[in-house]
Nanobody, 123 residues
Framework: QVQLVESGGELVQAGGSLRLSCAASGRTFSRYTMGWFRQAPGKEREFVAAISWSGGSTYYADSVKGRFTISRDNAKNTVYLQMNSLKPEDTAVYYC????????????????WGQGTQVTVSS
């Protein structure tokens, strides 16, 4: 089992930057893919980015490619999402997820989820 706790979400102006963190505990192995998803009011949860703990593979949604960077610190079992050039449409609750899935997997393929952290981008 894996427990995930997100942090770092806050109010930021358009064009600004934030770094989200996801601390994982429990039986976390390199075989687990770690992903970031987001959900805005009235919308379905959507994929943002994912990274493999082994192999260094990453994958990004087209909407964030070039602006967001996912990374990991294996010593701390922590995954980060660096978000630059934020836009109002990035406003959502951001969730960290873990699963024995490929980096391109959708939300239905992940087994463990954090409670989310709110990111609000004002225009």
């Amino acid at each position: 089992q894996v427990q995930l706790v997100e942090s770092g979400g806050e109010l930021v102006q358009a064009g600004g930057s934030l770094r989200l963190s996801c601390a994982a505990s429990g039986r976390t192995f390199s075989r687990y893919t770690m992903g970031w998803f987001r959900q805005a009011p009235g919308k379905e949860r959507e994929f943002v980015a994912a990274i493999s703990w082994s192999g260094g593979s990453t994958y990004y949604a087209d909407s964030v490619k070039g602006r967001f960077t996912i990374s990991r610190d294996n010593a701390k079992n922590t995954v980060y999402l660096q978000m630059n050039s934020l836009k109002p449409e990035d406003t959502a609750v951001y969730y960290c997820a873990a699963g024995r899935v490929a980096t391109r997997g959708g939300p239905n393929e992940y087994d463990y989820w954090g409670q989310g952290t709110q990111v609000t981008v004002s225009s």
